[in-house]
Structures are given as C-alpha cells and as structure tokens.
C-alpha cells in the first residue's frame, strides 16, 4: 500500500477519534448519567436471572386485559392480596400491552422505562441550563443522584410508572420556565396542554392531587376566582378528566371501587408520617391523631403554597414534593422516583458556580451537605428487613436505633440544609416573581 495511502488511512483515524472524543467532552455529563441508568439495569437483570417480572406489573398486565376484554372488573383483580388502584386512563393508555403476553409484556415495558429514563435526564439537565447552571461537572452532581441508587435500581425491578410520571411533571415544569424566560404569552392551548398531561398523571399517583391544585390555581387570583374565562378553564378541567376516564361515565360503580383503593394509602396499620413506619403503635386513637395531624398539615401546606401567588410554580412544586417525603403520609417515599427532582432543584439557585473543584467545595459546603443526604435517601432502602439484612450488626442494642431514625435523620439533615441555606443568604429572591 502507497505511504501516503496510509497517511489517509491514519489521518482518518484520528480524525473520528478526534470528533468522538470532542462529543464526549461536550456532553461527558450526559454520557456518564446515561452509562449509570444502564449499570443499574443490567445489574437488575443479573441479579434477577434476567427474569423481567414483579407482582405490580402483573396487576397492570391483568389491568390491560380487562380494558379490552371486560372494563366493568377492573377494579376486581386480586394478586397475592393486591388489586389495581389507579385511575382507568393509565389502563386505557397502555392496554395495548395486554395483547402480548405477560413475559413479552413486561420486556416491553422494561425498554420503555429505560428509554423515558434517558429522556429524562436530557430534560433535567435542560431545565437546569434554564435555571443558568452553567458549568457542565456542576450539573453533572444532579445528574449523578437522580441516575443511580436504590429507586433506579427498583424502578427497573418493579416495572413502575414513575419515571413516566416525573417526565411529565418535568416538562411541566421546562414549559414554564422556558415561557417565562422568552416572555411568551400563555394561551388556552398552553394550559390545555398541560392539564390533558397532568391528568393523565394522576391516573398512575392519584395521591399527587395536591400538586394538580396548587398549579390549577397558581395564576389565578381569588378576586378572579369565578371571571368567564377561568370557569371556563374548570370546565376544560373537568372535561379532560371525563374525556380520560369515560368509564366512570359508562360504568358508574367503578368510582367507588376506585376510591376504596386509593384510601388504602391512607388507611395503614402503621404510622408512614415522617418515617416512622418502622414503628407499630396498635392504639387506633394515637394511630388516628398523627395520620389525621400530618394529612391536615399536608393540606396546609398546600393551601399556603396555594394562596401566595409570587412564589415561581416550579419552587411550589419543589417545597410541596419536599414535605410530601418528609409528611409521608401517602407513601411519600414510594414516589421517590417523581418527588426527588424537584426537591434537587431548591438547591441550584444556591450554588456558587466556581470552576475550581476547592473553591467550588468552600463556598458549597452547606449545599454539599445537602446533597449527601440525598445522596443517603437514594442508596438506603426503607424496608427494614433488607437493610438489617444486609449490615446485620445492627440488630444489637443500641444500634438498632439508628435503623429506625436513620429516615429522619436524613430528612431533617436536609430540610436543615435548605433552611439554613435561606438564612446564610439572606434572600428568598430566587424563588419570587419580579
């Protein structure tokens, strides 16, 4: 071969490896968050015998099958003592799924959850380019704890609908900034938009209809409650949800038999508020007054979220994901997956964007702290047994204690941060309108 036959050859070479090793630098924060998601479904696979299939699938699968076979039993499906709780539009959705057969099924609903989980991570690190978190490595520590840990892992192994669901509640969200940063006007269609999405979000966590609230009702003023155009706009609300869930209107029965599964949320023999349902208290009375003391300051919450209108939305949804994990009191931390995003967020208008990694660890040390306790939350498992399981050291006294309040110790490290966050800085101005 010619040598100058060879120099091209080479030439070429390197030229490819040039180009790839530019694209890798441009976007190494991506490509590291994407190589994450991946390790935690292969080592779900590996560690599953690559045997795709959990008991919440099931329930969905059999949910398909009803849609198109018999509607009427949707509600009638019992699989080791648990039945379907959700709305009819997430069965409607995917009952196409029911055609295949179960194994096929969940195959292919493992691949659809790896691809909204890469999705999603695009979305996020857009949002947080609107948010000015400029420096690639700093958006890459965000991007890191939402691609890993425990609820990665048991998103892939449970088959669940939650990345779904913080993927539309992230484009919300990307809408609303975006929108607001351009200055474009927000017309009927905008809100439709996102109302046909958030609705159809609640059909797979009912329990976040304290979030579709304080949006509802984020930029209408209460001097304006009942104008033309915003009755008109509960109409189109109200209109969407029926559209959604038209067999409530062709089967009536199916409303109580929804409700009666979304009470057992609440309904539990344990206390779930602020990580205590490690602990069993028998006594119904007590058991009653601190599930009904944390519902009504859940309420409240969301209620004062509600009523100040200078609050950005995306800052509403932040406070309120973060007490609905600290409160718990509708399996707070079995929404993980949704609630943890935007609680990450509250720390970015905070940051000290230094290019130095020492400079950047000075002056962020509070919200480094922060983050590791996130970091805690995401690779801790609250089920008891697992973690005894796996450190059995501490089952002896009195260690044991630190397996029942390691959850509020994390939690209150990082509602600790964020308050003290606020007080070093001396403003909330981020989180306001202008």
């Given at each position: 071969m010619p040598l100058t036959d060879l120099k091209s050859k080479f030439s070429g070479?390197?030229?490819?490896?040039?180009?790839?090793?530019?694209?890798?630098?441009?976007?190494?924060?991506?490509?590291?968050?994407?190589?994450?998601?991946?390790?935690?479904?292969?080592?779900?696979?590996?560690?599953?015998?690559?045997?795709?299939?959990?008991?919440?699938?099931?329930?969905?699968?059999?949910?398909?099958?009803?849609?198109?076979?018999?509607?009427?039993?949707?509600?009638?499906?019992?699989?080791?003592?648990?039945?379907?709780?959700?709305?009819?539009?997430?069965?409607?959705?995917?009952?196409?799924?029911?055609?295949?057969?179960?194994?096929?099924?969940?195959?292919?609903?493992?691949?659809?959850?790896?691809?909204?989980?890469?999705?999603?991570?695009?979305?996020?690190?857009?949002?947080?380019?609107?948010?000015?978190?400029k420096n690639k490595w700093h958006r890459l520590l965000f991007l890191l704890l939402v691609s890993n840990g425990w609820i990665i892992f048991d998103q892939f192994r449970t088959l669940q609908t939650k990345l779904l669901v913080s993927l539309i509640f992230l484009c919300i969200i990307w809408r609303e900034i975006y929108y607001r940063i351009e200055e474009k006007e927000k017309k009927i269609s905008y809100f439709t938009l996102h109302y046909i999405f958030f609705i159809f979000a609640l059909g797979m966590v009912p329990q976040l209809i304290f979030l579709f609230i304080i949006y509802l009702f984020h930029e209408i003023r209460f001097s304006n409650f009942f104008n033309r155009d915003n009755i008109f706009r509960y109409l189109i609300v109200v209109s969407i949800f029926l559209i959604e869930n038209l067999l409530f209107l062709v089967h009536p029965e199916l409303i109580s038999d929804f409700l009666k599964g979304f009470t057992r949320n609440f309904d539990e023999k344990s206390i779930r508020a602020l990580f205590l349902s490690d602990f069993q208290i028998y006594n119904k009375t007590i058991l009653n007054i601190i599930r009904y003391a944390m519902l009504f300051l859940t309420i409240l919450i969301m209620l004062g979220l509600t009523i100040n209108k200078r609050i950005l939305i995306e800052w509403k949804f932040s406070l309120f994901c973060f007490s609905f994990l600290y409160l718990d009191i509708f399996r707070g931390y079995g929404i993980l997956q949704i609630l943890l995003p935007f609680i990450l967020?509250?720390?970015?208008?905070?940051?000290?964007?230094?290019?130095?990694?020492?400079?950047?660890?000075?002056?962020?040390?509070?919200?480094?702290?922060?983050?590791?306790?996130?970091?805690?939350?995401?690779?801790?498992?609250k089920d008891t047994q697992v973690f005894l399981r796996a450190l059995p050291l501490f089952k002896e006294f009195p260690l044991f204690i630190l397996v029942y309040l390691r959850w509020s110790f994390l939690t209150g490290l990082l509602a600790t941060t964020i308050i003290i966050l606020n007080f070093k800085f001396k403003t909330l101005s981020p989180f306001f309108r202008e």
């Open positions: 070479k390197e030229l490819k490896f040039d180009r790839l090793l530019k694209f890798f630098k441009s976007k190494y924060h991506l490509i590291i968050s994407v190589a994450c998601l991946t390790f935690w479904l292969l080592l779900f696979l590996v560690w599953n015998n690559f045997n795709v299939y959990h008991v919440d699938f099931h329930i969905f699968h059999e949910a398909f099958k009803k849609i198109l076979n018999n509607p009427k039993e949707l509600y009638d499906i019992d699989i080791d003592g648990w039945g379907y709780y959700y709305l009819p539009s997430f069965a409607c959705f995917f009952s196409f799924l029911g055609f295949f057969n179960l194994k096929l099924a969940a195959c292919i609903f493992l691949i659809i959850n790896y691809i909204l989980s890469i999705v999603f991570i695009l979305l996020l690190n857009r949002i947080m380019r609107l948010m000015n978190l967020l509250l720390f970015i208008p905070f940051i000290k964007q230094e290019k130095s990694i020492k400079r950047f660890l000075k002056k962020n040390y509070i919200i480094l702290i922060g983050l590791f306790s996130m970091l805690g939350i995401i690779f801790t498992s």
